[in-house]
């Protein structure tokens, strides 16, 4: 006796071949990345075989129904938020139906599930970047050394990765005593700027300060880089004594004078500005004139 046995449609596709890839954010839209192969799981009398992606974050590709290729759709961007959250990997899953009827099956026995693994290497296209792109403070001029500038409130990112984001802070042409910390940094640090001499507000120089505070790359060929202006400005204290324009005064008046009579006018003069200054000095000077007839 010869038995034939005749295959019944009732095994889903199989899934075959390598389903991770891995792409640059720089390739172009519509470049291929990889092609997705299944087949049916029943051989006796297979089916065609359609596909679609049924999970696809960010609607970043797209696969051809027929062939299973699957294509960048859009511009990818490794700085995206979600990608940054998963380290640049996107999970992908992949629908496998058998055609009944120039239709796709929707039963478990004409359809399989697949998930896609794709990398997204990153490209150095982003430059490090301040938080703000002008920054004030203000300071006393007694501030003591080393003491960092006081609700500066700088940052810097770069939102690249690895060796992408590694950059240099430094000041261009700085005065001097001013340094910057830190010198060297990966991806994100806040910053500090410090003071290492002490400042004079009587000197004219030293009242106000614009600092160029400059980030460049370090490891990459294209060096990019971003530059903020820092504004300081020095406030006075009451730091310097009135000092009298002689060391004595001598007035001489006649015996009939009669009180209120200008007898001498002594001045002085103080380095510090306003009230603290020569200003305040005269209001506590101002002339001397007699009191009474003499």
Same mark, same amino acid.
């Given at each position: 006796l010869i038995f034939m046995v005749m295959d019944v449609q009732n095994s889903p596709p199989v899934?075959?071949?390598s389903l991770t890839g891995v792409v640059s954010e720089n390739d172009t839209v519509g470049g291929v990345i990889l092609k997705v192969y299944a087949k049916d799981g029943d051989t006796g009398n297979p089916r065609r075989i359609v596909y679609q992606l049924v999970e696809n974050p960010e609607g970043f590709f797209d696969i051809d129904s027929n062939t299973g290729e699957l294509r960048i759709?859009?511009?990818?961007?490794?700085e995206h938020p979600s990608l940054v959250a998963s380290s640049g990997v996107l999970k992908l899953r992949v629908e496998a139906a058998e055609l009944l009827n120039g239709q796709p099956g929707r039963d478990e026995t004409t359809r399989?599930?697949?998930?896609?693994?794709?990398?997204?290497?990153?490209?150095?296209?982003?430059?490090?970047?301040f938080n703000q792109a002008e920054y004030r403070v203000t300071i006393p001029e007694n501030v003591p050394y080393g003491t960092p500038l006081a609700n500066l409130n700088m940052e810097i990112k770069d939102t690249d990765t690895g060796t992408n984001s590694v950059f240099r802070i430094e000041l261009k042409d700085p005065?001097?005593?001013?340094? =910057?910390? $830190?010198?060297? &940094? #990966?991806?994100? *640090?806040? @910053?500090?700027?410090k003071i290492n001499k002490k400042l004079d507000f009587e000197n004219p120089n030293e009242?106000?300060?614009?600092?160029?505070?400059?980030?460049?790359?370090?490891?990459?060929e294209a060096k990019l880089s971003s530059v903020a202006t820092l504004r300081v400005q020095v406030t006075d204290l009451n730091?310097?004594?009135?000092?009298?324009?002689?060391?004595?005064?001598?007035? =001489?008046? $006649?015996?009939? &004078? #009669?009180?209120? *009579?200008? @007898?001498?006018?002594?001045?002085?003069?103080?380095?510090?500005?306003?009230d603290f200054g020569t200003e305040g000095a005269q209001a506590e000077i101002g002339r001397a004139s007699c009191r009474e007839r003499v």
């Open positions: 899934f075959e071949g759709s859009k511009p990818l961007d490794r399989s599930l697949a998930d896609i693994t794709i990398t997204i290497r990153d490209v150095n296209d982003e430059a490090p970047t005065p001097e005593g001013f340094t =910057i910390e $830190p010198r060297i &940094a #990966t991806g994100h *640090t806040a @910053v500090s700027l009242q106000n300060f614009i600092l160029l505070v400059v980030a460049t790359e370090t490891e990459t730091d310097n004594h009135p000092v009298f324009e002689k060391e004595s005064f001598t007035a =001489i008046i $006649p015996e009939e &004078a #009669t009180p209120g *009579t200008p @007898v001498l006018s002594i001045a002085a003069k103080d380095r510090d500005s306003g």
